[in-house]
């Protein structure tokens, strides 16, 4: 795996095939184009399928975080065959609203067998219950259904099946493209469809690549360096964050930053300096500023001066004119790239602001500990643990429980009324999972939660919008969840769950009851029968999960809390 400025190339060997993946953005036009070559070392000539897929948003990020399942509802597909393309849009909720199109095609340097085929619905790729590593259409090797229109969840996935002779190599480039009409994605996606435009996206991201740097006065591995720390930003990394100690610390609200005209909307990074000596490592970051904005990374950089105030104010100086030459260079038309830079001084501000900032930034730096290269590419000490044990569970002998039968009206092949209408029961045998998350809402007024009948969910105090105590995915084909309880059992290794997510083991049934202020879920396998009751109390904010779990194996087992459980 290789990242440059101009591409990201990705290579694996797997028995007697070589994979190689490029990744190149445009120069000229709105456009993504992947490479990916395929090269055959075995001894005879193989057939093999290539899918893409992506998920499509066509919305402010913003939009999309709030209400994805919402968002999704204006995305419309279609597909132009004489181009070979697929193209989505959003339908205009106002005239105030921007157009949006995409579109995606495929080129093959090789010999193809069969059709092109597309999906763009992505209940029917992935399939209920199922995530991109598990998708059905990738493992039942099921054709794609070629569904286009107003699909509820869309995605964008092509396939081509390509014939590899022996020693030979095969090439596809798919290309993703966006404008704001259908007739310029159309002109695009017919452009995109010969396949020396890989190779020219390629040369002129190299030339790009290497204006930019010059322009800003930056070499490659120093470009390296500042990608690296736009990886801390993105993703926080716990070597460049505060100590749990300090995190931990009640401070004010974050909106004691707008004081000092900082939102606290983007990304921060905080450089603390105290000596004059180390003034290299803020010159430095503020290159990096002006590199990421050239790459529409938005943050916020603040510098602290800590250094105690007395009547020679040289290092006050020097950082005041390092940053008015920054903001001097900052380049106006940075597309949607923001982000701004701030100098405080530690003696005017109070304790609390100066806490605040180290618990809100993604990245602090402090001058003391080296330059920026130094404190980028040091790696926390991580201690090696080993054990006795295999790394690997050992596979013992499959011991599935029957769970306790209900009588039940209604029954659906899936679930059914209980106890006169009072539950509502689903029964997911092996390969059965229900069309959508069937879920129940638990809550008393201040506090509550969601539970689906495969026991992914999540919780709420107050308000289930704007206080999620845990993740809410809104996504009801993998029906993903922020909360899990695992069994584990310490003699074989075996890891399970009381509930169908995140575990799935069949051919051992999940029963999910669902009643009113309660969901009850039963669960036998492994020779243990895992009963998980949750509930909330009438007034308190508590979410109350009891696991019964009881020993059906005939032989004393241990969890991994070194709890023993006797034979029943």
Not at 509 to 529: E, I, N, T
Request: charged share 25%.
């Amino acid at each position: 795996m290789s990242f440059t400025e101009e591409r990201a190339e990705i290579t694996r060997r797997d028995g007697d095939w070589n994979t190689t993946l490029e990744l190149v953005v445009s120069s000229e036009d709105d456009a993504e184009v992947r490479r990916i070559s395929v090269t055959n070392m075995g001894a005879r000539a193989c057939d093999l399928q290539v899918t893409s897929y992506a998920e499509l948003s066509l919305a402010p990020q913003a939009a999309d975080v709030a209400h994805p399942a919402f968002a999704n509802l204006f995305v419309q597909t279609e597909f132009v065959p004489e181009v070979g393309a697929v193209l989505a849009t959003r339908r205009r909720r106002s005239n105030e609203e921007a157009t949006v199109w995409v579109a995606q095609v495929v080129v093959v340097e090789g010999d193809t067998v069969g059709a092109l085929q597309y999906e763009t619905d992505r209940a029917r790729f992935l399939g209920r219950g199922h995530h991109v590593r598990t998708a059905v259409s990738m493992i039942d090797g099921r054709t794609l259904s070629n569904t286009v229109g107003s699909v509820l969840d869309p995605v964008m996935s092509l396939r081509r099946t390509v014939r590899v002779p022996a020693g030979g190599t095969v090439r596809l480039v798919f290309s993703t493209i966006v404008g704001s009409t259908r007739d310029y994605v159309l002109e695009l996606a017919d452009k995109y469809s010969d396949p020396r435009v890989f190779e020219r996206a390629l040369s002129l991201a190299w030339t790009q690549a290497r204006v930019q740097l010059h322009h800003l006065g930056i070499e490659t591995d120093e470009a390296q360096l500042f990608q690296q720390l736009a990886n801390a930003v993105l993703y926080s990394d716990v070597s460049l964050r505060p100590s749990s100690e300090v995190l931990s610390r009640s401070t004010v609200d974050r909106a004691a930053l707008w004081a000092h005209g900082i939102s606290g909307d983007l990304p921060i990074v905080l450089a603390c300096i105290d000596n004059a000596d180390d003034v290299d490592i803020v010159r430095q970051l503020l290159r990096a500023h002006e590199y990421w904005r050239m790459r529409q990374l938005s943050t916020d950089v603040i510098i602290l001066n800590e250094k105690a105030s007395s009547y020679e104010q040289g290092l006050q100086g020097s950082l005041e004119g390092l940053v008015r030459g920054s903001r001097l260079r900052l380049c106006p038309d940075a597309g949607g790239a923001r982000g701004s830079i701030y100098l405080l001084r530690t003696d005017l501000l109070s304790a609390q602001d100066r806490m605040l900032l180290q618990q809100v930034a993604r990245v602090v730096l402090l001058s003391r500990r080296g330059t920026l290269a130094e404190q980028v590419t040091r790696l926390p000490r991580r201690s090696r643990v080993t054990s006795t044990n295999s790394s690997s569970p050992r596979l013992s002998r499959r011991l599935d429980v029957p769970v306790p039968e209900r009588e039940l009206e209604f029954f659906n092949g899936l679930g059914g009324f209980a106890d006169d209408g009072r539950e509502y029961v689903t029964i997911l045998g092996e390969g059965l999972r229900t069309p959508r998350p069937w879920v129940n809402v638990i809550a008393n007024p201040s506090f509550g939660f969601l539970v689906s009948e495969s026991g992914s969910g999540f919780t709420w105090s107050l308000n289930s919008h704007e206080n999620q105590l845990t993740p809410w995915s809104n996504d009801p084909v993998s029906d993903p969840s922020g909360e899990a309880l695992y069994i584990r059992d310490d003699d074989s290794g075996e890891v399970w769950g009381p509930t169908a997510l995140p575990i799935r083991d069949d051919p051992a049934p999940y029963v999910a009851c669902h009643g009113q202020g309660y969901s009850r879920f039963h669960h036998g396998s492994h020779g243990v029968l895992a009963e998980l009751l949750q509930f909330v109390p009438p007034e308190d904010p508590i979410k109350i999960s009891r696991l019964t779990l009881q020993n059906m194996s005939g032989r004393p087992r241990r969890s991994c809390r070194n709890t023993d459980l006797v034979d029943r």
